[in-house]
């Protein structure tokens, strides 16, 4: 297995801090953010942003109009949620795009 | 995509190949498609590379057993990277997961394969199943703590009727993206085969001219083998990591 892969090379401590935290006895040293998806080129973050807009979009459409279905107020909430969904899918491809959270 | 042509030319017809059809002898009976048959392939040859790669149980690997031990090991350290000491835990599910995504994804460009994930009912219902373990996850872990993930704290309270209903749509949205993005990118990938494929039937079926200049497309497919055999991997890895992520949210909350 690969229990010896973290090199002979380094001290006995941390060799053990190393193999302390790869067993979840200890926190990892530095929580690296998670947040950040490496997608190669170019072409897979524009279809990240796009999927991500476009979703949201579609959810706020259809919470809008299921909402006005079941409460007879048709344009109402559509129009309320297309503005919130909107606002949605950019709040999305900021958490995609913007700098890491904490 | 049909393009309309002159009668008796080859026409582009690049989404008969996402139809489905009944196999097996009773296979029209119990609605059992290629699909479903793939996804048995599939999980079979996960659990045959798991099950004769650590059968050896050698010191030193052979290589069934390193390819069994590397994705093994891939896994794991993306799990717990990722959603930190807790996701030990949701490594099986994780692991399934992707191993599921890209089996689908890799069995799909064997030809006369058929590519089970690039059905949205398929991803559809894997997304589903994400959200609505990680949504699970996230009230077993905080109860009812759990729904400040959708009021930021610090965030002034007059602004709340703004951002909790963004906020909710934004949660909601993350099993729309998360199988539309493996969906288009699978049957984005086997429509371009497709036409690509027809261009040097078109091609080839003219003249010499022709011919010569089928070599184009023929080129463009071998390129786009590649380039899908990345695709198919990178997809598979997005949707396992981004699980992670959402199960990271659960765990941890913000």
């Known amino acids: 297995m690969s229990e010896d892969d973290s090199g002979a090379g380094g001290s006995f401590e941390a060799r053990l801090r190393a193999a302390r935290s790869r067993q979840g006895m200890d926190a990892p040293p530095a929580a690296d953010s998670p947040s950040t998806v490496k997608e190669s080129s170019a072409l897979g973050v524009g279809m990240r942003v796009g999927v991500e807009l476009v979703s949201a979009l579609a959810v706020a459409i259809a919470i809008g109009w299921g909402l006005d279905h079941w409460l007879h107020t048709l344009p109402l909430f559509l129009v309320v949620f297309l503005v919130l969904g909107g606002a949605a899918g950019v709040a999305n491809v900021w958490r995609l795009v913007g700098p890491p959270r904490r | ?158 602004l709340a009727p703004l951002i909790v209903p963004i906020e909710i749509i934004s949660y909601l949205s993350r099993p729309v993206s998360l199988s539309i993005r493996l969906f288009a990118n699978m049957v984005a990938g086997h429509v371009m085969f497709a036409v690509f494929a027809t261009f040097v039937v078109m091609l080839g079926g003219h003249s010499l001219v022709g011919s010569i200049a089928a070599i184009g497309p023929v080129a463009i497919n071998v390129v786009l083998i590649g380039f899908e055999l990345l695709v198919a991997a990178l997809q598979a890895y997005v949707f396992a990591i981004l699980t992670c992520i959402y199960l990271h949210d659960a765990v941890h909350l913000h």
Do not use: C
């Open chain 2, 1 to 158: 995509m049909a393009v309309a042509a002159p009668t008796g030319e080859p026409t582009i017809d690049a989404l008969s190949q996402f139809k489905l059809a009944p196999v097996g002898f009773m296979g029209s009976a119990v609605n059992f498609t290629q699909a479903n048959l793939l996804m048995v392939i599939g999980a079979g040859l996960v659990l045959a590379l798991l099950y004769y790669g650590s059968r050896p149980r050698a010191v030193v690997p052979g290589r069934l057993q390193a390819a069994a031990e590397l994705s093994y090991d891939f896994v794991y350290n993306m799990a717990v990277d990722q959603i930190g000491p807790e996701g030990k835990r949701f490594f099986p599910f994780v692991f399934t997961l992707f191993f599921f995504v890209l089996m689908g994804n890799l069995l799909g460009l064997v030809p006369f394969s058929f590519t089970y994930t690039s059905h949205i009912a398929v991803t559809a219902a894997l997304a589903l199943l994400v959200i609505v373990i990680v949504t699970v996850v996230a009230l077993a872990e905080h109860g009812w703590t759990f729904f400040t993930y959708f009021f930021p704290s610090g965030a002034p309270v007059f």
